[in-house]
């Protein structure tokens, strides 16, 4: 990893970081294809965690824990639960509607699956490499950025978020402008677990607010299916 190209090294990074989402969804898809199954998110993410270790590992020379694979000064708190509540609320006009629709397709995941896919792989998997990868890459810029309040977003910070962000335009096909909700929301949880990894050194946090923003999520959905059965139910009866 060469500090010293600065601004020049930017384009390398997003080139490395997008040619290892683009193999990893094409691996996945290849996958599916030969064995007759729909996208499996857990083929797609484990070949983006193999190949950003393996960059990482690559361009450290095996020095792993200058990309966050440490715990830093990275403490528990309490206080990080707090990262499920924004996409818990946002979830919140699906418990106040009236109907609920069970999700379809690649969203069609018993909770089983969603712990195992969303909660857990998928955290690990993209932070590796947008916190991990690209962010640490960019480190020698973060005196660049700006300041939101008492929190300061550094241009590695944001690249990392913003490139995460990007990684959900693959759900434009299927939601159209439902989509941009997503990319604004998936861009702050960037530059909040990028502050954290920023500030302890660690992918750590990173990892445990990622994760808690989709169990918030998982959450409301849950929530509002299970409303709607209820209400269902009652109609069935009164009919």
Same mark, same amino acid.
């Given at each position: 990893m060469n500090e010293s190209w600065g601004?020049?090294?930017?384009?390398?990074?997003?080139?490395?970081? *997008?040619?290892?989402? +683009?193999?990893?969804? =094409?691996?996945? &898809?290849?996958?599916? &294809?030969r064995h007759d199954r729909p996208v499996n998110s857990l083929v797609t993410h484990g070949v983006m965690a193999a190949l950003s270790l393996a960059a990482m590992a690559g361009l450290s020379q095996g020095e792993l824990a200058a990309f966050g694979l440490a715990v830093g000064t990275f403490r528990w708190s309490f206080l990080l639960l707090i990262w499920a509540v924004p996409t818990f609320v946002l979830g919140l006009p699906q418990l106040l509607g009236r109907r609920h629709r069970a999700p379809e397709g690649p969203f069609s995941l018993s909770p089983g699956q969603t712990i195992l896919r969303v909660w857990l792989v998928a955290?690990?998997?993209?932070? !590796?490499? #947008?916190? =991990?990868?690209?962010? /640490?890459?960019?480190?020698?810029? %973060?005196?660049?950025?700006? %300041?939101? *309040?008492?929190?300061f977003v550094s241009l590695p910070v944001l690249a990392g978020a913003a490139a995460f962000s990007a990684m959900h335009l693959v759900l434009v096909k299927r939601m159209g402008v439902r989509?941009?909700? @997503?990319?604004?929301? /998936?861009?702050?949880? *960037?530059? +909040?677990?990028?502050?954290?990894?920023?500030? #302890? =050194?660690? !992918?750590?946090?990173?990892?445990?607010?990622? =994760?808690?923003?989709? @169990?918030? *999520?998982s959450l409301a959905s849950w929530t509002a299916a299970a409303l709607g059965s209820r209400r269902h139910g009652r109609r069935k009866e009164e009919g």
């Open positions: 601004v020049l090294w930017i384009p390398w990074v997003l080139f490395l970081a *997008g040619a290892i989402a +683009v193999l990893s969804l =094409g691996v996945a &898809r290849l996958w599916a &294809r955290s690990v998997a993209e932070e !590796l490499l #947008t916190r =991990g990868l690209i962010q /640490t890459s960019l480190a020698s810029l %973060s005196e660049v950025g700006f %300041s939101v *309040g008492a929190h989509t941009f909700p @997503i990319l604004v929301v /998936t861009l702050f949880l *960037g530059c +909040v677990a990028g502050i954290y990894r920023e500030a #302890t =050194g660690s !992918l750590v946090p990173a990892v445990l607010v990622h =994760g808690l923003f989709n @169990i918030g *999520g």
